[in-house]
């Protein structure tokens, strides 16, 4: 049913039918599977690397400068490639790792090259925002700086950090959506597949609101979460 | 004098400022402690209270000169050296039972001593509210809780940095009262930084009273009085008459230094 020559409602009310569905659900579960991986990747990742950026720095914990300095302009040249240019960049990469090129796990290494950076620089600028009085006063009490990183750092970033990572999440999921075009399947080869090559606007629309409701989900699920902590800990 | 427990030996402090100057915050200040000793710094606002403080932590390092504790050079912060901050440091995310515990938790030896931080909840008048974050008590319950923090590491020194200035007078002389007990029976070494005459003479053995731009050490009083003190003595007026003078904080009204 294309919209070309159907009018709207009839589109509208065709992406409620299973029919539409049908090639999406399996698509959905491509999509949630890849979304999830790279998120935990990104999660460890982007914290592993925002933390060393962090404490690093001139001012930091351990300051390390040439370290700080060579992963900061790592980190930038991997975030100045647009997605769509990093899944190609990376289609080598991801035959030497896998032994193949395309598919949902040659994604993966994709969308997680192009999200760690970013959630890396969410990560550091939560964590340079820590009040020093409250480092101070671990380091008064005795703490080593890997107890002041894990128990003090992180603690009281956390709601931060989650609405950081809330943000990546959501990036991941709209990175994931382009993916599909590249051979990793899911909702996005889907869009393209039967909204653009075959004019299946129903199946288009359809997976349109798996994305938004997805999306939803993620942001309220972040907001509530931070929420949570900010009003056990009277901040609001 | 016995050999100090704390030295001071001719520290320097220089902090950058916004037009690029440099604001001496500590010019060649010396300054000796021993143990067991209540010493008070007193002196107008930005004399260099907080930065000395901070190096005897071992928090910033000096420029020049060096802090020493028991004759060892300080090169960072350590629990034999307790800190409480002038504004109340709390850590929100903890309940008032785990930031008195922090402390042994650093120290790995928290397991052991469990029953120490209920000591230290009675000791500091909080029990019932154990389970409270920091928001949900009062200014003075946070730093009786903060004490509680730094004392519960059993340091050598402990750094009172203002710790009763956001305070009203009611509860600032009963936590005074806590203060001298505290130092009484635990026998630590105390510096305590105050903008209150009363305060410092009531409580120390020794003032210390500092003088800013640059930040120096212009007289150090020795308060003889007996304790218990009574703040409405004959000799207790009359010290702290001339500390007041020192501080140039009496006698013809000067026109003010800076506006609002
Ligand atoms: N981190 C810093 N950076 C720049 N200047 C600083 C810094 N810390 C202190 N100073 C400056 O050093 C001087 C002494 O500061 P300090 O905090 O030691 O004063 P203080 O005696 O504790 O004052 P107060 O009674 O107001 O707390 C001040 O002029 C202040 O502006
Ligand atoms: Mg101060």
Known sequence: MSLLNTPFWEVFLASFDPAAWKSLVPAIWETLYMVGITCVITLVGGVILGLILTVTNTFGLLPIVWLNRSLSAVVNCLRSLPQMIMIILM????????????????????????????????????????????????????????????????????????????VAIIAVISMTALAGNFGAGGIGDIAVRFGFQRFQHEVLFAAVYVLVALVQLVQFAGDAASKILLKKRHLI | ?????????????????????????????????????????????????TTLLRLIAGLDE???????????????????????????????????????AAGLKARGVYKERKDDVKAFVRLAGLEGFEKSYPHQISGGMAQRASLARALINDPKVLLLDEPLGALDSFTRFALQDIILDLWEKRGATMIFVTHDVDEAIYLSDRVVIM????????????????????????????????????LNLVGERKAPEYFL
């Open chain 1, 91 to 166: 289609i080598p990469v991801a035959r030497m790792i896998l032994g193949k090129a395309y598919g949902v796990n040659a994604c993966i290494i994709a969308l997680a090259a192009s999200c760690i950076p970013m959630f890396a620089r969410l990560v550091e600028s939560s964590l340079l925002e820590i009040e020093k009085g409250k480092v101070d006063a671990a380091k008064a009490m005795g703490s080593s700086s890997f107890q002041i990183i894990f128990r003090i750092m992180i603690p009281e970033t956390l709601p931060s950090l989650i609405r950081g990572f809330t």
């Open chain 2, 1 to 49: 004098m016995s050999k100090p427990l704390i030295e001071a030996r001719g520290v320097s402090r220089v902090y950058a400022d916004a037009d690029g100057g440099g604001v001496e915050a500590l010019l060649d200040v010396s300054l000796e402690i021993s143990k067991g000793e209540f010493v008070s710094l007193i002196g107008p606002s930005g004399c260099g209270k």
């Open chain 2, 62 to 100: 000096p420029q020049r000169g060096e802090a020493l504790l028991d004759g060892v050079k300080i090169e960072g912060p350590s629990s034999e050296r307790g800190y409480v901050f002038q504004h109340v440091n709390l850590f929100p995310w903890f309940t008032v039972e785990q930031n008195i």
């Open chain 2, 211 to 246: 003088t800013p731009r640059p930040g120096r050490i212009s007289e150090i009083i020795d308060v003889g009085f007996e304790r218990p003190r009574h703040r409405n003595d004959a000799g207790f007026m009359k010290l702290r008459a001339s500390i007041l003078e020192k």
